[in-house]
């Protein structure tokens, strides 16, 4: 499974971060510019924390 980073969608609300800060980085302006990642079964539950998370509906997972 992989995380998208909508980058275009992204406000820089910084909750990604909040909830799962060994995930996600957030350039100096508190923005995800992340490119999509792998992660792995142990880490889905955290990554789902946080697509509810985002205000902007910016994070998604895609099935591989
Ligand atoms: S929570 Fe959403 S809008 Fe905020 S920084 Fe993370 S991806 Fe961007």
Redesign the pocket.
Known sequence: MKVV?DHA?????????NYAPEM?E?DDD???RMEPFQISKGQRVIAER?VE????R??SLVED
């Open positions: 980073i969608k992204c406000q820089g609300h910084a909750m990604c971060y996600f957030l508190g923005y995800n946080a998370a985002c205000p902007e910016a994070i």
